[in-house]
């Protein structure tokens, strides 16, 4: 166990907790002096994390150096149900097959933050698969349908004559007798989580157990600095993002989320940050000087200080010198005349056709260092040619000899 005493254990765990219930049971926990069960459930609904997952499990991280016990629940039968937090509509249920992919990727990702070898898996499948139907009837007596309604989400859409599915009433239940199953101290999760863990001390007290202490923390928003870090915005920066292309993005992101980054993503030391706060405030500092530290900053916790160095040379010489990167990916073509939208759906390098066109209309398409202008334009391809979508993405494009 820490040897760092509990009032200086949780003045540190306490450090962009959003909401904390309740500090003083916290610190009734810290001062029995056993190791803390800290759980973490996800879902693993996609297979690839990003920088908002990180703000949770560095949290996490501080547990664990503080000695306590970490529990990483995957949901792969919760994950089947989906978790509707602030959702509008009844999400789609995932196959068998995909929630395995996506858990088995989730848990290697997550472990460039956890410490792998102080880190306990767990599939939430080992329990609730083998609950009857009379289990099942059993744990939704342990909640009324009033309080389920409270949530947020369900009740603007029982407002809005939106369909809510029995299902989605019974996932809360689920993800609280995960804290039940496991006997969790501690819970952990994003502040869209915050109905389902307080749940969870409900359904924990109906069992007979001591009421978890709810923890949640921030939200970041995405690199378009207004919707909330998502995949299916597209404004993510993932773990598995190649080091020049995770700088780049941080470079990015709006000046007003610098400060909140740094806060939540680097073990930047808060004097340092107020610092730099009040510099850029005052005009004394240039916000993409600040911005390049906490790339750099970024890039080498997920990689190695040489890499991050790389990544801020690579940066510097393609935008701040307007110079073409040295390394760029090669792709050939038949030689010929082309449709701009057909030659870089061809590439797989947008998501879609209409997201190729829109980039192409607010002026991130350049062949050749020409801007490409409507997105019926053609391009002729018979040497070798440099393509360049938006800020960060260059190709090497080549007439098939």
Do not use: C
């Not at 904390?20 to 190791?35: M, W």
């Amino acid at each position: 166990m820490s040897s760092v005493l509990p009032e200086k254990q949780l003045e540190k765990l306490k450090k962009n907790v959003v909401d904390l219930v309740s500090e003083e049971e916290l610190l009734e926990k810290l001062k029995s002096g056993r190791p803390l069960r800290i759980k973490l459930g996800v879902d693993p609904s996609r297979p690839d994390l990003h920088l908002g997952h990180a703000v949770v499990l560095r949290k996490l991280k501080e547990f664990q150096d503080l000695g306590h016990h970490v529990i990483l629940i995957i949901g792969d039968f919760t994950a089947r149900i989906g978790d509707p937090s602030g959702r509008s509509t009844t999400r789609p249920m995932l196959s068998e097959e995909e929630v395995k992919v996506n858990a088995q990727t989730y848990a290697e990702q997550a472990f460039k933050i956890l410490d792998k070898e102080k880190t306990e898996i767990r599939f939430n499948n080992e329990w609730l698969g083998k609950m009857t139907f009379a289990d099942v009837i059993n744990l939704a007596g342990k909640y009324t349908v009033a309080r389920m309604l409270e949530r947020d989400d369900f009740s603007k859409r029982l407002r809005e004559g939106l369909p809510i599915s029995v299902s989605e009433f019974l996932y809360p239940l689920a993800q609280a007798y995960d804290s039940v199953a496991i006997q969790a101290d501690v819970e952990l999760g994003g502040t869209d989580q915050l109905f389902n863990l307080l749940v969870g001390r409900k359904v924990q007290e109906e069992f007979g157990q001591k009421p978890q202490i709810v923890m949640t923390m921030p939200i970041i928003e995405g690199t378009d600095g207004k919707l909330k870090m998502s995949k299916s915005y597209g404004n993510y920066i993932a773990f598995n993002d190649k080091p020049n292309e995770m700088y780049g993005k941080i470079m990015s992101i709006p000046d007003e989320l610098i400060i909140k980054y740094m806060r939540l993503l680097t073990d930047i030391p808060e004097e340092e940050i107020k610092d730099y706060e009040n510099m850029m405030k005052n005009g004394k500092i240039n916000p993409r000087d600040v911005k390049m530290r906490l790339a750099r900053e970024i890039v080498e916790f997920f990689y190695d200080e040489s890499k991050a160095k790389e990544a801020e040379e690579s940066f510097v010489k393609v935008f701040r010198n307007k110079e073409i990167p040295d390394d760029m990916p090669e792709v050939e073509f038949e030689a010929g005349e082309y449709n701009i939208v057909n030659l870089i759906d061809a590439i797989k390098v947008l998501s879609s056709r209409s997201e190729i066109k829109r980039t192409v209309m607010q002026g991130g398409v350049y062949f050749d260092n020409v801007r490409i202008n409507n997105f019926k334009d053609n391009v002729i391809i018979e040497n070798e040619h440099i393509l360049r979508i938006g800020k960060r993405k260059f190709y090497k494009i080549k007439a098939k000899s």
